[in-house]
């Protein structure tokens, strides 16, 4: 709950995880000895701005999911796992679908997106409280170059203007739902959530997030993962030692 209102989490885990190459679902990978999903669910688990969090899983992966994850690790907050669609736009929809209906706002957020900072899910919410609509994310640091179908370069935009949307998306949670009936409707295909509420008309505002909140999704990322892991066990023993070893 925050200022009287009450927050809920989709976290998306339904992907096919054909980048990861692992033969399993990348969610269920493990880092320091955890699988991700469960890293991810942690965090909002913990988290005193937080309600309710709703899974959204592959059928088949459902009972593994509430023996493996929600009960070997005693998460309170999680009220649902539901099945997942076709693509992830139908995933999240299953999770709206599944939401309390005392939810005021929303984030969506994908399950292997483990290291999200308390910092940003309380900018997230204030953000949705301040603009109805927001998202998390960072300027990209690379130039981007836009191509046609023959791989040449068409134009290159703005860097200045260019920034990577990570999650969580957050939402007032009638918008949301809105957005998704106006996209079912009008037969809109996005890869995003805010990209929906675009669409129906509502402007969505980017809030600065942070670059460590990756999204694990090549092999490549793991060796990132184990990165971050260490430096944050790294700072963790600073601050346990007044900062100094």
Not at 50 to 75: H, L, M, N, Q, S
Not at 86 to 101: F, H, T
Not at 152 to 161: D, E, G, M
Request: glycine content about 8%.
């Amino acid at each position: 709950m925050y200022n009287g209102n009450f927050v809920s989490v989709i976290i998306a885990s339904a992907g096919m995880s054909n980048r990861m190459g692992s033969g399993v679902n990348k969610q269920f990978i493990l880092i320091d000895n955890k699988p991700i999903l469960a890293h991810t669910i942690e965090k909002f688990d913990r988290s005193k701005y937080i309600d309710e969090i709703v899974v959204v899983a592959r059928a088949t992966e459902i009972e593994y999911c509430k023996k493996e994850i929600i009960k070997k690790y005693g998460f309170k907050k999680v009220t649902n796992i539901v099945k997942g669609g076709k693509e992830r736009q139908d995933s999240i929809y299953n999770g709206i679908l599944a939401l309390s209906e005392k939810s005021d706002i929303v984030l969506t957020h994908d399950g292997a997106r483990p290291f999200l900072r308390e910092e940003l899910i309380l900018k997230g919410i204030e953000g949705v409280i301040k603009y109805g609509a927001c998202v998390i994310g960072v300027p990209v640091k690379d130039t981007i170059k836009v191509v046609d179908e023959n791989n040449k370069v068409h134009h290159t935009p703005n860097r200045a203007l260019l920034w990577a949307a990570q999650t969580p998306q957050c939402f007032k949670t009638d918008l949301l739902k809105k957005g998704y009936e106006y996209a079912n409707f009008e037969g809109i295909v996005a890869t995003d959530d805010s990209s929906l509420v675009e669409k129906y008309g509502h402007p969505v505002m980017m809030i600065m997030g942070s670059y460590d909140n990756i999204k694990i999704t090549t092999p490549e990322d793991l060796i990132i993962a184990e990165s971050i892991l260490k430096n944050i066990e790294t700072n963790k023993s600073n601050d346990d030692f007044g900062g100094v070893l």
